[in-house]
C-alpha cells in the first residue's frame, strides 16, 4: 500500500457514507407520507409503545382495567379510548389514531391520563 492509496480510500468511503444520506431522507420522507395516506380513523398506523416516553409521559396503557388505580385515582372503568375526544377512529375499532400521538395508533381499551370524554 502506498501512501496515495488510504486517502483514496478513506475520500471514498467518505462519498459513499455521504452518498447514503439521500437515501436514508427519501426513505423517511416516503414512510412519512405513507402514514399521512392512511386511513382518517388511524387503524392501520403503527401500534404506540406504552414504554416510549411520550406514551410513558401522558401514563398511556394499551389495557385500562390493568392501571395502577393508586396512581391514577381519577381512572374510572368506562373511561377507554374509544370513548375519548382524543380518538379518530370508530367506538368499535380495536385500534385508532390518537390526536395527541400522532402516527401512532391506541388501544380501544387504551387509557392514557388526558381521557376525555366524546361529546
Ligand atoms: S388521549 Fe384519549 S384516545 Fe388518546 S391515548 Fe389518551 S385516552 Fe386514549
Known amino acids: 500500500m502506498n501512501d496515495k492509496t488510504l ?11 455521504l452518498a447514503a444520506i439521500p437515501v436514508v ?4 420522507t416516503a414512510e412519512a407520507q405513507a402514514q399521512a395516506a392512511k386511513p382518517a380513523g388511524g387503524a392501520a ?6 414504554n416510549s416516553p411520550q406514551a410513558k409521559a401522558l401514563a398511556y396503557v394499551h ?3 390493568q392501571i395502577d388505580r393508586k396512581a391514577h385515582p381519577n381512572f374510572k372503568p368506562d373511561q377507554k379510548c374509544n370513548n375519548c375526544i382524543h380518538w379518530t377512529g370508530k367506538p368499535t375499532d380495536p385500534w ?4 395527541l400521538f400522532p402516527g401512532r395508533s391506541v388501544a380501544g381499551p387504551g387509557w392514557c391520563r388526558v381521557w376525555a370524554k366524546k361529546p
Open 63 to 65: 389495557d385500562g382495567s
Open 25 to 28: 431522507a427519501a426513505v423517511a
Open 7 to 17: 486517502p483514496r480510500r478513506a475520500l471514498l468511503k467518505g462519498a459513499l457514507g
Open 96 to 99: 385508532a389514531g390518537c390526536n
Open 45 to 50: 398506523l403503527p401500534r404506540l409503545d406504552p
